[in-house]
């Protein structure tokens, strides 16, 4: 079973770019497919993008395909998110989970191992 936490969030003025990081734990890490979600305050949470085990496959949310890139470093145990020209409304705390199911989904009933989330404040 895969752990997770989650870190490089911050407050950032519009047009900054940033990464997250989703350092896991768990010897099936490379085996399974790991996604990013985020959540805004009064709002679910929302699929940001998924990368499978090996990163040969990823895949995004509508609102995600221009902006956000996910990548993963297996000897790192590590899942990445890059985020460019951050806007108000990417403000959210962003979670990293893994995969139970080993089709692309972006339910978030189909993720687990939650992290606690990092905050990301975008303000102008």
């Known amino acids: 079973q895969v752990q997770v936490v989650e870190s490089g969030g911050g407050l950032v003025q519009v047009g900054d770019s940033l990464r997250l990081s989703c350092a896991a734990s768990g010897r099936t890490f490379s085996s399974t497919t790991m996604g990013w979600f985020r959540q805004a305050p009064g709002k679910e949470r929302a699929f940001v993008a998924a990368?499978?085990?090996?990163?040969?496959?990823?895949y995004y949310g509508d609102f995600a395909k221009r902006r956000f890139t996910i990548s993963r470093d297996n000897t790192k145990n590590t899942v990445y998110l890059q985020i460019k020209n951050l806007q108000f409304d990417d403000t959210a705390v962003y979670y990293c989970?893994?995969?139970?199911?080993?089709?692309?989904?972006?339910?978030?009933?189909?993720?687990?191992?939650w992290g606690q989330g990092t905050q990301v404040t975008v303000s102008s």
């Open positions: 990368i499978s085990g090996s990163g040969g496959s990823t």
């Open positions: 989970a893994a995969a139970t199911v080993d089709y692309s989904s972006d339910d978030v009933a189909d993720f687990s191992s």
